[in-house]
């Protein structure tokens, strides 16, 4: 691998002069890159004789776009088997945010600094920090899978996750803000009033939805086989998609079973006896499929909250989506019993909501728990200590 200066005199007498990196790829072809300054090619020369002794050296002219390797990236969903509603996820992903920024992009040019200032310009062009997460989720799943075809040779968005210390992540998180008690999540008095509200063919689901916290897509993919009546329990085992396909959940700990009170088990058995039970989905529709979310919402949820009381200033539902009585139930797990909650370990709580990790209970709920170092336990602490 040599490094050599270039000369030229251009039609306007200009005298020009730039560095050429001339070397040959691990497949034995020979390959030049021009820099502008031996500075840079002095770096790219250090960086590529390393990537070709591992093998793993990827050219510009044999690189691809960003926009080609997202197009290669949904077909890998697409022959895996993804389900469909995540295939079109990675779609708009890919149309709306990642081709309009960075698309003509080659992979072999998305370096760190260029991962972390497509980062910065969703921000300034009004993406919500959620969806910059999802997004740059997204582009970390694209370079993943270009390495995979040896199409690229690193992953600079993971690499820039990586390298974020403690510090950062926790100012991200304190960006999101956390769940209050009557803001994002119903306060026990709400739910009591819903409860009270919820019409005969929409209690069933309802209730399950609030002592169970089951996602509604589990919801409405529950079959009557996962209904154990005897242990007062029900088993999550599948889940229908926006479209209505059933699937298995999403990861292996959305696996998992819910015990229940008595009072979902009598709603599921009144349901039960009342449709007959002859479908194998418990919230079927009359043909039954699975309902969709936007009627569980427009026809079961907003109704109710509206009935309740459980309204804005304008009239309108407090709570709109389904996840409200997801986070609902995750407090009630968490609150003391004194509080009329089950005072449950954060491991339980993890387990119960179908979490992949503690550290995503903890994230989001870490805050609900309730501290042991009041002031009463201080003073007796204090007091045995030193006597």
């Known amino acids: 691998m040599s490094i050599r200066k270039r000369t030229w005199t251009t039609a306007a007498g200009e005298d020009r002069a730039a560095w050429v990196v001339d070397y040959v790829d691990q497949g034995g072809k020979r390959r030049l890159k021009t820099f502008a300054r031996k500075k840079e090619a002095d770096a790219f020369s250090a960086t590529a004789k390393v990537e070709v002794r591992e093998g793993v050296h990827v050219a510009d002219s044999a690189s691809v776009t960003v926009?080609?390797?997202?197009?290669?990236?949904?077909?890998?969903?697409?022959?895996?088997?993804?389900?469909?509603?995540?295939?079109?996820?990675?779609?708009?992903?890919?149309?709306?945010?990642?081709?309009?920024?960075?698309?003509?992009?080659?992979?072999?040019?998305?370096?760190?600094?260029?991962?972390?200032?497509?980062?910065?310009?969703?921000?300034?062009?009004?993406?919500?920090?959620?969806?910059?997460?999802?997004?740059l989720t997204s582009l970390g799943s694209i370079l993943a899978d270009a390495n995979e075809r040896g199409l690229a040779t690193r992953n600079p968005v993971r690499d820039m996750r990586g390298s974020r210390n403690g510090r950062e992540r926790r100012a991200e998180r304190r960006q999101k803000g956390r769940l209050e008690i009557g803001v994002d999540i119903p306060a026990r008095d709400e739910i009591k009033a819903l409860v009270a509200a919820l019409e005969p063919n929409w209690r069933p689901l309802i209730i399950t939805a609030v002592f169970t916290g089951m996602?509604?897509?589990?919801?409405?993919?529950?079959?009557?086989?996962?209904?154990?009546?005897?242990?007062?329990?029900?088993?999550?085992?599948?889940?229908?998609?926006?479209?209505?396909?059933?699937?298995?959940?999403?990861?292996?700990?959305?696996?998992?079973?819910?015990?229940?009170?008595?009072?979902?088990?009598?709603?599921?058995?009144?349901?039960?006896?009342?449709?007959?039970?002859?479908?194998?989905?418990?919230?079927?529709?009359?043909?039954?499929?699975?309902?969709?979310?936007?009627?569980?919402?427009?026809?079961?949820?907003?109704?109710?909250?509206?009935?309740?009381?459980?309204?804005?200033?304008?009239?309108?539902?407090?709570?709109?989506?389904?996840?409200?009585?997801?986070?609902?139930?995750?407090?009630?797990?968490?609150?003391?019993?004194?509080?009329?909650?089950?005072?449950?370990?954060?491991?339980?709580?993890?387990?119960?909501?179908g979490h992949a990790s503690i550290v995503m209970t903890m994230d989001v709920y870490g805050h609900l728990f309730p501290r042991t170092d009041d002031g009463d336990e201080l003073a007796n602490a204090a007091t045995a200590l030193l006597t």
Do not use: C
């Open 67 to 135: 926009a080609k390797a997202g197009l290669l990236w949904i077909a890998s969903g697409e022959n895996h088997g993804l389900e469909r509603s995540t295939v079109n996820q990675r779609k708009r992903h890919l149309e709306l945010h990642i081709k309009p920024l960075i698309g003509e992009m080659l992979l072999s040019k998305l370096t760190g600094p260029a991962a972390r200032e497509f980062e910065d310009q969703l921000r300034r062009e009004g993406r919500s920090p959620a969806m910059t997460k999802k997004v």
């Open 215 to 353: 996602r509604s897509s589990e919801i409405r993919g529950l079959r009557w086989q996962d209904v154990d009546f005897k242990k007062a329990e029900i088993n999550v085992r599948q889940r229908a998609d926006e479209f209505g396909e059933i699937g298995r959940p999403k990861s292996e700990a959305g696996v998992r079973s819910i015990p229940v009170p008595p009072l979902v088990i009598n709603a599921l058995k009144e349901h039960r006896l009342k449709t007959g039970g002859n479908a194998s989905l418990v919230f079927a529709n009359p043909d039954g499929n699975p309902r969709s979310h936007t009627n569980i919402i427009n026809k079961g949820l907003v109704p109710a909250m509206k009935r309740a009381g459980v309204v804005v200033s304008d009239g309108k539902a407090k709570y709109s989506g389904m996840h409200s009585l997801r986070h609902f139930y995750a407090s009630w797990l968490i609150n003391r019993k004194e509080d009329g909650g089950l005072g449950l370990p954060a491991k339980v709580v993890q387990e119960r909501l």
